[in-house]
């Protein structure tokens, strides 16, 4: 395990700091194994902390102390544990299918919600991309194919978009409600700042360390409980798309404050506005104007699609002092700011350079690229998205416009463990 993590965590019950367990080596060195404090013990699964009390974080850390840690990792992804000896056998047969001619393959695909056969047989360990893994891990097609394009959203926009507050700050950065990892990767790669990652879920937390970011230092906490580190731990606190499904905001907030130090920043990016119905269903979203009363700090509130059409329709700076409340979908919040000023030439990505990763939902001709359909079940979340990026880009326009396409999602930085076919692309 990290020793960088474990130095920075405290527990969230005694508030005392970890120290490994002696006893529980496993055979795959210390990311399996068991940390304690003066109140618990909790386990440490593939890297990450678990630092919760319930029976499944009780029956891993004795699978654990039982030097059985594939088991601890199955249990926490849901997945089957009793390791057939046939089932490697079986996966080779599959992708002996995977390569018959249609309609075989086709309907091996349809059988399979859109994975190969072979995935389902094989452990996620032995799956050496995001896309094939993500759907091995009981998750519907429809989630798979949202989290596949997530650099296109424009929710994910905004993640670009403050890049240059993020690199103005030092220390490490936190990702409150990290998800898959997308913005731990950006983060890390265009600030080369430590990101540590919090989640509620393990299976997000072990594919963003597998497949995006494995420097990331992810902890699983329990929902309600203090964060597990100590007062004015951070500069940088990130929370995109995921206040609005904290139960307890007040406490949260106030964890948010005690864990970023006054002069710092905390961002709460994509934050859904319940005067606004549409999304009634997604977590339990506040009237935009109510956000900013969970915090002590001087808060700015600015609606989600101004702020992200100045951005990528190329303003050089963005300011705002004031609080406009009015009845857009999203918000994002700027906590610890009594003015916002982000200069947008000052970019981390602004001459991009090097590999990128071209997004799943487009595809690589000859001649250019070209994007594919978004499911409508997501058309209201792309919608910017839609209307901001062509159907077409020519070889050229690729080269000339990178920056752009970068932070639009067209390009990304994902690493080449992100797809199974080849979509690298030079600038
Ligand atoms: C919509 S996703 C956003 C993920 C990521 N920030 C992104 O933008 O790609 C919200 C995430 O918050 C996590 N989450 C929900 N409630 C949480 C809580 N109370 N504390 C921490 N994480 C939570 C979920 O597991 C989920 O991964
Ligand atoms: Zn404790």
Redesign the pocket.
């Known amino acids: 395990m990290d020793s960088r993590l474990l130095d920075a965590l405290q527990c969230p019950l005694c508030k005392n700091v970890f120290r490994k367990r002696k006893r529980g080596r496993s055979d795959r060195g210390s990311d399996f194994g068991v940390i304690e404090c003066r109140c618990s013990e909790f386990p440490v699964v593939a890297g990450i902390p678990i630092l919760r009390n319930d029976a499944l974080t009780e029956h891993v850390k004795d699978v654990i102390l039982n030097d059985n840690p594939s088991v601890a990792l199955h249990l926490l992804l849901n997945r089957p544990t009793n390791f057939l000896p046939g089932r490697p056998s079986l996966a080779k047969l599959a992708s002996k299918v995977r390569h018959l001619p249609d309609p075989f393959s086709l309907v091996s695909r349809y059988l399979t919600g859109g994975a190969t056969i072979e995935s389902q047989f094989n452990s996620v360990e032995s799956i050496d991309t995001f896309d094939e893994a993500v759907r091995t891990v009981g998750i519907t097609n429809r989630y798979c194919q949202y989290?596949l394009h997530?650099p296109f959203?424009q929710?994910?926009w905004n993640?670009h978009a403050v890049l240059p507050l993020v690199t103005a700050e030092t220390g490490p950065v936190l990702?409150?409600?990290?998800?898959?990892?997308?913005?731990a990767q950006l983060l890390k790669i265009a600030t080369s700042r430590p990101i540590f990652s919090?989640?509620?879920?393990f299976k997000?937390l072990y594919f963003t360390k597998r497949y995006l970011e494995p420097e990331t230092k992810g902890v699983i906490?329990e929902?309600?409980n203090d964060l597990p580190f100590s007062e004015d731990a951070f500069k940088t606190l990130?929370?995109?798309?995921?206040f609005h499904?904290?139960?307890?905001k007040n406490g949260?907030a106030s964890e948010y404050e005690r864990v970023t130090r006054a002069d710092g920043s905390i961002l709460l990016?994509?934050t859904h506005n319940s005067n606004i119905n549409e999304r009634a269903n997604?977590?339990a979203p506040l009237r935009a104007s109510e956000y900013a009363e969970c915090f002590s700090r001087e808060t700015i509130g600015v609606p989600e699609r101004d702020f992200l059409t100045d951005f990528v329709t190329a303003s050089d700076t963005y300011t705002a002092s004031d609080t406009s409340v009015s009845e857009t979908q999203e918000f994002n919040f700027f906590i610890g700011h009594d003015e916002v000023s982000i200069d947008w030439t000052d970019h981390p990505l602004s001459n991009p350079s090097g590999e990128f990763t071209l997004n799943p939902l487009y595809e690589k001709s000859a001649n250019g690229i070209t994007r594919g359909t978004v499911l409508p079940a997501f058309a209201r979340e792309f919608d910017l998205s839609m209307e901001a990026t062509n159907e077409y880009y020519s070889r050229d326009e690729i080269h000339d416009r990178a920056r752009e396409l970068l932070y639009k999602g067209v390009l990304t930085t994902l690493p080449p463990t992100y797809t199974s076919s080849d979509r690298r692309i030079s600038i």
């Not at 990130?238 to 995921?242: E, M, T």
């Not at 499904?245 to 307890?248: A, K, S």
């Open positions: 989290l997530r959203a929710s994910f993640c990702d409150y409600g990290g998800g898959w990892g997308h913005t919090l989640e509620v879920d997000p906490i929902r309600g990130i929370d995109l798309d995921g499904y904290v139960h307890n949260t990016l994509h997604f977590g």
